[in-house]
């Protein structure tokens, strides 16, 4: 069974950083990219960041480009989500997800985790 | 960046009724790559319907999408109780991914 666990999210204030985690199980992770998707409370869902399977193709949303930073460990089995410089407009639950076929980017998202809740505040 | 307009935004229909859910792209989207979410509250999104028409594993064939270029559909034949949620369109054809804001869907 496919499993994505996420961890990391944390209370913060503006301007500090966090790192997200990603700890998949289940599947050949290095077979497949990962993306992550948030979702303010409420509202609907932003794709932020993706990587391919191999790292090789890496892009951002421009809402987090040159802020945020993803990465991934294929001999761990899980993927990063470097976050800096955060404000109040990034609190949200972060999700990460399994791409739904094999090697491409460009792919559907076929397994989500269960989201990690990041707050922003003073 | 591709938007994607998603109408109606709420649909309020009874269990055993016909939904009909559009995703509306503002270019093509290049070979169909579009799928189709349902998620319900305080659960993560799961993938109904991939490459705007191939059903997803374990998705009952109730569930139903159509279309290409710029104009997509998720039609649900007959309701039922557990679909009753919020229904979002992915693009995935060019970074970055974009989703269309939802379509509720709940019971009349």
């Known amino acids: 069974e496919v499993q994505l666990v996420e961890s990391g999210g944390d209370l913060v204030q503006p301007g500090r950083s966090l790192r997200l985690s990603c700890a998949a199980s289940?599947?050949?992770?290095?077979?497949?990219?990962i993306h992550w998707v948030r979702q303010v409370p409420g509202k609907g869902l932003e794709w932020i960041s993706g990587i391919s399977w191999n790292g090789g193709y890496i892009d951002y949303a421009d809402s987090v480009k040159g802020r945020v930073t993803i990465s991934r460990d294929n001999a761990k089995n899980s993927v990063y989500l470097q976050m800096n410089s955060l404000t109040v407009e990034d609190t949200a639950l972060y999700f990460c997800?399994?791409?739904?076929?094999?090697?491409?980017?460009?792919?559907?998202?076929?397994?989500w985790g269960q989201g990690t809740l990041v707050t922003v505040s003073s | 960046e591709i938007v994607l307009r998603q109408s109606p935004g709420t649909l309020s229909l009874s269990p055993g009724e016909r939904a009909t859910l559009s995703c509306r792209a503002s270019?093509?989207?290049?070979?169909?790559?579009l799928a189709w979410y349902q998620q319900k509250p305080g659960q993560a999104p799961r993938v109904l319907i991939y490459d705007a028409s191939s059903r997803a594993t374990g998705i009952p064939d109730r569930f139903s999408g159509s279309g290409s270029g710029t104009d997509f559909t998720l039609t649900i034949s007959r309701l039922e109780p557990e679909d009753f949620a919020v229904y979002y369109c992915?693009?995935?054809?060019?970074?970055?991914?974009?989703f269309g804001p939802g379509t509720k869907v709940h019971i009349k």
């Open positions: 270019q093509g989207v290049s070979s169909n790559k």
């Open positions: 992915q693009q995935y054809a060019i970074s970055p991914f974009t």
């Open positions: 997800a399994k791409s739904g076929g094999l090697g491409s980017f460009f792919n559907w998202l076929d397994s």
């Open positions: 289940g599947f050949t992770f290095n077979e497949y990219g």
